[in-house]
């Protein structure tokens, strides 16, 4: 599971964490480096980190979807302020529309989308059938 937030929603994602730690702890994470650092300050959770978003962890992150490494993107995005790496923000979300990956933009997105990506992290990959 990847959690990023832009800076004006850094404090959203954290109570939202907060409030979903338990569940979260039983996950493995991956935030952008500012994001998952305050994440590790405040709440003690542990995330595997890439770099900060306009240093290229949106991208660090679209490759873990290509490659089929994340289960749910919660990213808390200010649809009100503008980013310096805008396009890098449109080529993440769009890669996790491209792969299937639910995307959380806000507390109640993800409050919706958390238990089933729980649930599909939790639970054995597939075995293929023989086509013989």
């Known amino acids: 599971m990847a959690l990023v937030a832009h800076d004006a929603k850094k404090t959203e994602l954290l109570d939202w964490a907060a409030r979903h730690q338990e569940a979260l702890r039983g996950c493995r994470l991956v935030a ?3 994001t998952g650092e305050l994440l590790a300050r405040r709440l003690g959770l542990r995330a595997d980190l890439v ?5 290229g962890g949106d991208q660090q992150i679209g490759a873990m979807i290509v490659e089929e490494r994340i289960a749910l993107l919660v990213f808390f995005t200010d649809p009100l302020g503008t980013q310096p790496h805008e396009s890098d923000v449109r080529a993440l ?3 996790a ?6 995307l959380a933009s806000n507390p109640a997105s993800a409050d919706v989308l958390l238990p089933d990506a729980c649930l599909r992290m939790a639970a054995p990959a597939p075995v293929e ?3 013989a």
């Open 32 to 34: 952008t480096r500012t």
């Open 51 to 55: 770099a900060s978003g306009p240093l």
């Open 93 to 95: 979300h769009r890669l």
């Open 97 to 102: 529309v491209v792969h299937d990956v639910p």
């Open 129 to 131: 059938a023989d086509a």
